[in-house]
Structure formats: structure tokens, C-alpha cells
């Protein structure tokens, strides 16, 4: 089983900040990562997938980027509704499809 | 558009089986193209992925739940089912059905959860 690790697991940052996630895969995944935003009560929605092409209707502020092991999201300019829980998943080794343990986006 | 909407009761016994349904509208749930399964989710915990099947009925489970979980589809009604069996407090979770991208024969793929349903609560407990 590939094990998906997620730094930090809170981040703190203001409105308007330019901040970057972290995932590391435990073993090569290719580009076959996706990142997903979960805000409280609600389910996750898909906001990268193929490591770095955005889906459907999400802003082009979100990106992502590497290959590998190692991959980033990141979100150019914060706004308020983008304070939410994210994770990243691997689908390229499964069963099982893994996902991070997640990383908090908090108001500063 | 597709929507995917769980249903099922929300408190289950300890050693008893959970029973959930994953109804599809604006979709086909026959389709080549994608897998539809489940995926559960403990308070405060990153998602757990449980199992999927494909067109032609074919099931793939998570090898840490494999003994205890099946799912089932009913084609012509556009569901499909979650069953466990043997609960604990440990299945207590958001239970969502969703659907996957099914990969190309080689080389990598946009894949991901691209539709998700609301979620349902599954509480274990006497």
C-alpha cells in the first residue's frame, strides 16, 4: 500500500497569501495524483487530478505541480472560501487508492 | 447533472451488519468510463477508500476491509449498495458513494473522485 504523507497539518496564512501544500508519496505514483477541498459538513471536491490539470470549474488560482513522490498545490491568492481541509490521493498503485492525512488551511 | 445520493439508517449495533444504497440520477452507472464505489470517512480523519465496481460488474475492495465489505448493483434501478458486516465502533463514519475515471490500458490519467454524494452518518454503537 502506497502511504500518501501530508505536510504541514495546519497551516496558518491571511487572506490574499500565496501558500503551498505538500504531499509525498512512499513510493512513485507517477503523475497520478489528485488533490481534493473539503470544507466542514461537506464532501470533497475534486480540485486537481494527472498532478497538475485542474477540474472542472476550479479557479485557475489552484495549481499543482511534480511527479514522483513529491507534489505541491498551490493556491496563488487566498480567498476566504478557500480556508478548508485539503488532501491529496494517489491513484496509480490500488487497491487500495490512498489518501494524505490532510493539511488545515486556518485564518491567521 | 449526476448526482449520487446515500441512504440508509444511521445507527447499527455492534456485530450487526450495515447496510447502505447509492442511488445515481442524470448518469449512467452502466458506462465503461468510470467506476462507481465507496468511500467512508471517520470524524476528523482523512478518507478511507472501501471498493468499486465496474460495468460489467466486477468489484474491487480494499484489502484492510475486503473480508467484511460487498457491494452490489442493481443496473436497472441506477444504484448499487454497501454492505459490512461485523461492525465495531471503527465503522463509525461518513459513508459517501462515488465515482472514478476508469484508467487507460497504459500510461498515466486525469483519474480522481470526480462526483461525490452528500455523505451519510453510520454511528456503531448498542
Known amino acids: 500500500e502506497i502511504v500518501m504523507t501530508q505536510s504541514p497539518a495546519t497551516l496558518s496564512v491571511s487572506p490574499g497569501e500565496r501558500v503551498t501544500l505538500s504531499c509525498r508519496a512512499s513510493?512513485?505514483?507517477?503523475?497520478?495524483l489528485a488533490w481534493y477541498q473539503q470544507k466542514p459538513g461537506q464532501a470533497p471536491r475534486l480540485l486537481i487530478h494527472?498532478?497538475?490539470t485542474r477540474a472542472t470549474g476550479i479557479p485557475a488560482r489552484f495549481s499543482g505541480s511534480g511527479s514522483g513522490t513529491e507534489f505541491t498545490l498551490t493556491i496563488s491568492s487566498l480567498q476566504s472560501e478557500d480556508f478548508a481541509v485539503y488532501y491529496c490521493?494517489?491513484?496509480?498503485?490500488?487497491?487500495?487508492?490512498?489518501f494524505g492525512q490532510g493539511t488545515k488551511l486556518e485564518i491567521k | 447533472q449526476l448526482q449520487l445520493h446515500e441512504s440508509g439508517p444511521g445507527l447499527v449495533k455492534p456485530s450487526d451488519t450495515l447496510f447502505l444504497s447509492c442511488t445515481v440520477s442524470?448518469?449512467?452507472?452502466?458506462?465503461?468510463?468510470?467506476?462507481w464505489g465507496w468511500i467512508r470517512q471517520p470524524r476528523g480523519k482523512g478518507p478511507e477508500w472501501i471498493g468499486n465496481?465496474?460495468?460489467?460488474?466486477?468489484?474491487f475492495y480494499n484489502p484492510s476491509l475486503k473480508s467484511r465489505v460487498t457491494i452490489s448493483v442493481d443496473t436497472s434501478q441506477s444504484n448499487f449498495s454497501l454492505r459490512v458486516t461485523s461492525v465495531t465502533a471503527a465503522d463509525t463514519a461518513v459513508y459517501y458513494c462515488?465515482?472514478?475515471?476508469?484508467?487507460?490500458?497504459?500510461?498515466?490519467?486525469?483519474?480522481?473522485?470526480?462526483?461525490w454524494g452528500q455523505g451519510t452518518l453510520v454511528t456503531v454503537s448498542s
Open positions: 462515488v465515482r472514478h475515471a476508469v484508467p487507460p490500458d497504459y500510461g498515466d490519467y486525469d483519474g480522481g473522485f470526480d462526483h
Open positions: 442524470g448518469g449512467s452507472i452502466s458506462t465503461s468510463d468510470y467506476y
Open positions: 465496481f465496474d460495468y460489467s460488474g466486477r468489484t
Open positions: 513510493q512513485s505514483v507517477n503523475s497520478n
Open positions: 494527472g498532478a497538475s
Open positions: 490521493e494517489q491513484y496509480h498503485n490500488w487497491p487500495p487508492y490512498t
